[in-house]
């Protein structure tokens, strides 16, 4: 592959999580013992998340992958337990419902049809990089009525590493071959910087995070508040009738 070419993480950064936060709206507020530990439905997310990221990634480092999805209910249990409520508090069945609805029923951020088509016109492949299985990715993409090519979703099962981890960004280049630009844009800015030491350009969308994750982890080559703006900034600095390539 010769033209430039632009690699997106997917969840979070292509689809946000609003319908599995309702959804755990819904639980917290029928479950008593949730309602009377009073909650809050944001923080819990985050923290269920941010768990499952942990263990995740740990697991990599000790070589011992294992599949993200596999590990969201136990991250599910162990943020119920900092929370202080028992793992009894929460029907299985809810907790297999959320599971199941951030696993298939992401919500696409604004504007992300019109950022691929953007990019697409001006001239770049889109592929994507996730800690998601492929057919989970393409479902999503699927569900948001647009069409990727299953291979060009990328998964860190494929390498039996977790991101930032240097060997996925490295599989991430043998995929795109010799692609003449190589772009990875993301809304994490540690996934950038993890894409940045394998020598691709970068692009962020801010509508995930605040200063601080920069902060900590770097500047992107171009920065966009919204991904249509995004993907119209990749393609001016990188597309291929852009002076600077």
């Not at 057919?135 to 860190?156: M, Q, T």
């Not at 772009?183 to 969308?205: P, Q």
């Amino acid at each position: 592959m010769s033209g430039p070419c632009v690699v997106f993480d997917v969840v979070g950064t292509c689809f946000g999580y609003d319908s599995v936060a309702d959804r755990l709206n819904d639980v917290l507020e029928s479950q008593p013992a949730l309602k009377d530990a009073a909650i809050q439905p944001g923080l819990f997310f985050s923290a269920w998340t941010s768990n499952a990221e942990v263990d995740f990634q740990r697991l990599s480092v000790v070589k011992e992958f294992r599949s993200h999805s596999e590990l969201l209910k136990t991250a599910f249990y162990k943020t119920l337990q900092d929370a202080g409520v028992s793992e009894s508090s929460v029907p299985e069945a809810d907790v297999d419902m959320l599971i199941s609805e951030y696993s298939h029923n992401l919500t696409p951020r604004p504007g992300l049809a019109e950022m691929i088509q953007t990019l697409r016109d001006g001239g770049f492949t889109v592929w994507c990089c996730s800690d998601a299985n492929p057919e989970r990715v393409r479902g999503y993409f699927e569900k948001a009525g647009i069409d990727l090519p299953i291979e060009n979703l990328l998964s860190c099962d494929m390498c039996a590493a977790a991101k930032p981890d240097p060997k996925v960004y490295q599989m991430v280049k043998k995929a795109l071959g010799h692609a003449k630009v190589a772009v990875f844009a993301a809304a994490h800015s540690w996934d950038l910087a993890g894409a940045r030491k394998e020598g691709f350009n970068t692009a962020y969308c801010t509508v995930c995070e605040d200063q601080s994750s920069v902060d900590l982890f770097g500047e992107a080559d171009v920065v966009a508040d919204t991904l249509p703006q995004l993907g119209s900034a990749v393609v001016q600095r990188w597309g291929e009738n852009s002076a600077q390539k």
